[in-house]
């Protein structure tokens, strides 16, 4: 194996680009109108769309990206994180992907994304791009690990030749505080955890249907071991890991940075 000269100083000029790129976010003004059906609104909702724009930040330092034009949100809701991420990547593309339709059609008309209804089946949503940073905030949070691995294979599909997927994770801080967070019914969640312990991924359905029954298929809370989900990444041929954060997004969730080029490159 050849040792690339070029490498180190390319890496640094691109360090110094998503330095600059996040300096100007802090500077410049988001837009904070609401969707009216805008169901998260609380006095941590600025808050955590910040913490979301400084994870993608510190996850394309962490990887092999010098820059991002195209930008994928999902679950973009009604634009919590995003409206921060269009101020991070001003001169990006960007898509949003929900199963909301309200939701989608709020981040197209108030922040300019290209709206993408999601579907149960992953394998049936079709993506009209390939993307450098795909954002999935609190999505596996919801899934089993099934369908949680076949979210991130497809996802990966769709990944540019240095693309990367910053993903959360219900992790360690959840399983101490998720009874006392009310994630779901104790007796549900004392469930969850067990999974968690036995297997490292721990999951069970709400017991009442989730977006008004919008929802298909399961949908519910899971609770994972930073040791699985790494464990499992490990067996995609195709991706590598770049960084795993404890309680990464909003001092909450961790996030996980996975992406191109293979391991192997």
């Not at 634009?79 to 990547?89: M, N």
Request: charged share 20%; aromatic share 10%.
């Amino acid at each position: 194996m050849s040792y690339d000269a070029t490498a180190k100083p390319a890496r640094t000029d691109a360090l110094v680009r998503f330095a600059h790129l996040y300096e100007a976010y802090l500077q410049a003004e988001i837009d904070m109108t609401l969707s009216p059906e805008e169901s998260m609104g609380n006095e941590w909702y600025a808050g955590v769309g910040e913490s979301g724009a400084k994870a993608v930040t510190l996850a394309c330092m962490s990887s092999w990206l010098s820059d991002v034009r195209t930008v994928l949100d999902m679950p973009c809701g009604h634009g919590r994180v995003l409206r921060h991420l269009v101020k991070l990547f001003p001169g990006a593309v960007f898509d949003a992907c929900d199963i909301d339709k309200p939701g989608i059609e709020f981040c197209a008309s108030q922040f300019g994304a290209t709206p993408i209804l999601s579907k149960a089946r992953p394998e049936d949503v079709a993506f009209p791009r390939k993307y450098d940073v795909i954002w999935i905030g609190s999505l596996f949070t919801h899934t089993t690990q099934d369908l949680t691995l076949r979210w991130i294979r497809q996802l990966a599909s769709h990944l540019t030749e240095a693309g990367i997927i910053v993903a959360t994770f219900h992790g360690r801080f959840s399983a101490l505080n998720g009874e006392a967070f009310g994630y779901i019914e104790p007796p549900i969640w004392r469930k969850i955890v067990k999974g968690y312990e036995r297997g490292g991924y721990g999951y069970q359905n709400y017991s009442q249907p989730a977006h008004d029954g919008n929802v298909p298929g399961d949908y519910g809370i899971s609770l994972s071991k930073a040791s699985h989900i790494l464990a499992l990444i490990e067996q995609m041929k195709d991706l590598r890991i770049f960084n795993y954060i404890e309680r990464g997004w909003a001092g909450h969730h961790d996030v996980l940075v996975i992406g191109k080029p293979q391991v192997g490159v």
